[in-house]
């Protein structure tokens, strides 16, 4: 089964490494929103590989700004599911 692995660190203030297990090679969308489900950043879509895979967030918006400290929500989609995760950014 596609599972979410715990990102690290969390809270982070620069970055964190959202991982996630993929059981075969699949297309993947990974998109970070805010609390209030508003879209914050596109941050991958590509292929996964089977097993574990890993992006890094820098606390950063699709204009490459940075966000407000808080906490944050990212799905990701592989397979048609969605699986999400939180996260907690600290300036």
């Known amino acids: 089964e596609n599972r979410v692995l715990p990102n690290y660190p969390n809270p982070f203030s620069t970055s964190t490494t959202i991982r996630y297990d993929s059981k075969r090679k699949s297309k993947v969308t990974i998109t970070i929103y805010n609390i209030l489900g508003q879209k914050i950043k596109d941050l991958f879509t590509g ?11 820098a606390g950063d ?14 799905s990701i989609k592989i397979e048609g599911e969605f699986l999400l995760g939180k996260l907690v950014y600290l300036k």
């Open 47 to 57: 292929n996964s590989i089977k097993g574990i895979n890993f992006v890094q967030w």
């Open 61 to 74: 918006n699709n204009s490459n700004r940075k966000v407000a400290s808080g906490v944050y929500i990212y």
